[in-house]
């Protein structure tokens, strides 16, 4: 258990839907960061929160949003979902935000049918 | 754009091989972090090194990183089959601290 908690697991969704996958940080860190991997693919950086205010935005689309609460989980919505937008989608945290090693949690597989 | 190129992608070798993963880039990166990942699981940090020339073991894995900091070596002595996954590095960028991720190398090894 890396201390890193991302919720569900799983989730299979229609083409058009919007879902909400949940991450709450290893205990003590601020920084929160949200990966999509596609198969066989190296990690895409979405976007990093650090106490609750926005950080850094990479490749994320329009349709996506993210936030970080006062207790310091985030969440991670999708809406409009397309068959591309299956993958693995991974939470990551640290302590700052300098480029210390980040703890990864054990993501959530996204199929999109 | 800052890359961080990885080679090889893939990698199939026997049991008790030797092997090396490299990282490289035209851009200085301040540290640069190794993980492994295994199929269904985030990946896992496995060391940061942080000065140029810096040499780091851990057990049969040893990591290098480059005198100019613009590249980094993964090297496996005597691999073993737990020593598959998806060996990911990353390079911490510039004032802003981002990750900069290499595409990763997948390793097999085979019994």
């Known amino acids: 258990d890396s201390g890193v908690t991302q919720t569900p697991k799983h989730l299979i969704t229609a083409t058009g839907q919007r879902v909400t996958l949940r991450c709450s940080p290893r205990s003590g860190d601020l920084s929160v960061y949200w990966y999509q991997q596609s198969l066989d693919q190296g990690l895409q950086f979405l976007i990093q929160y650090y106490n609750g205010e926005e950080r850094a935005k990479g490749n994320i689309l329009e349709r996506f949003s993210a936030q970080q609460f006062p207790d310091l989980h985030s969440e991670l919505n999708l809406s409009s979902l397309e068959l591309g937008d299956s993958a693995l989608y991974f939470c990551?945290?640290?302590?700052?935000?300098?480029?210390?090693?980040?703890?990864f949690g054990s993501g959530t597989r996204l199929t999109v049918v | 754009t800052q890359l961080l190129e990885q080679s090889p992608q893939f990698l199939s070798i026997q049991e008790g091989e030797n092997l090396t993963v490299y990282c490289n880039s035209s851009s200085v990166f301040s540290s640069l972090q190794w993980y492994r990942q295994e199929p269904g699981e985030g990946p896992v940090l496995l060391v940061t090194v942080v000065t140029g020339g810096e040499v780091k073991k851990l057990k049969r894995l040893t990591f290098q990183f480059g005198d100019a900091r613009k590249d980094s070596s993964l090297h496996i002595t005597a691999a073993q089959p737990g020593d598959t996954g998806l060996y990911l590095c990353?390079?911490?960028?510039?004032?802003?601290?981002?990750?900069?991720w290499g595409a990763g190398t997948k390793l097999i090894i085979k019994p």
């Open positions: 990551a945290s640290s302590v700052g935000v300098k480029g210390d090693g980040y703890t």
């Open positions: 990353a390079g911490v960028s510039g004032s802003n601290y981002q990750l900069i």
